[in-house]
């Protein structure tokens, strides 16, 4: 099914391991973003990409990196995990839409608990 | 103070009720996105739109950008629709980043 498709769903990490969010689009768009979702809070900003080869902090982007390898590939890279990180990370790219507006399709999420 | 409020944050009723969850926000925005967030985490754009309404199934969204307000609708609603909606707003001065209401959550009892 066309769509974002991120990888793992889950994941448990002790604190200070490093590990690597995958997500990819096949619909060709080209902005990608990373967010976090931690109960009772709205969806944060992690960092974003608006086209392939670029990459821009987010509202919370400390602790984090990302590589937008192509434009179909934006991953997120923790590189030494603290429990602060444990969250639900979602990977969501915009499809522009011209004279109907703009459409944000999103992963299915990846659950991360640092222990 | 968050740019985009949502209201109320909870919400219980009946099978066949009409629903009604609003968003207001501070920031100029130039159009508003609607989504829903079910159970086991999925995402799903329900609606973008910039001005008056637009309406899918049982849905109805509007929009006032001079008041700066926006509401969802769901008529005769039905327990599959229990999920947490969203309303999100680009900044004016780019449509790459949004700003995220904190969610309402809807449960429909049968």
């Known amino acids: 099914n066309a769509g974002v498709t991120q990888t793992p769903k889950f994941q448990v990490l002790k604190t200070g391991q490093s590990m690597t969010l995958q997500c990819a689009q096949d619909m060709n768009h080209n902005s990608m973003y990373w967010y976090r979702q931690d109960p009772g809070m709205g969806l944060r900003l992690i960092y974003y990409?608006?086209?392939?080869?670029?990459?821009d902090k987010g509202e919370v982007p400390n602790g984090y990196n990302v590589s937008r390898l192509n434009k179909r590939e934006f991953s997120l890279r923790l590189e030494s995990a603290a429990p602060s990180q444990t969250s639900v990370y979602f990977c969501a790219s915009i499809k522009s839409n011209p004279g109907t507006g703009n459409t944000i399709y999103f992963g299915e999420g990846s659950w991360l608990t640092v222990v | 103070k968050n740019e985009v409020e949502q209201s109320p944050q909870n919400l219980t009723a009946q099978e066949g009720e009409f629903i009604t969850i609003n968003c207001s926000y501070s920031?100029?925005?130039?159009?508003l996105h609607w989504l829903q967030q079910h159970p086991g985490g999925g995402i799903v754009s329900l609606f973008m739109?910039?001005?008056?309404?637009k309406k899918h199934g049982r849905l109805i969204a509007t929009i006032n950008i001079q008041e700066k307000h926006s509401s969802l609708h769901i008529t005769a609603s039905h327990p599959r629709d229990s999920a947490v909606y969203i309303c999100a707003a680009p900044l004016m001065d780019s449509n790459y980043q949004l700003i995220w209401g904190a969610g309402t959550k809807l449960i429909i009892k049968p």
């Open positions: 990409s608006a086209s392939e080869g670029t990459t």
């Open positions: 920031v100029g925005i130039s159009a």
């Open positions: 739109l910039s001005s008056g309404k």
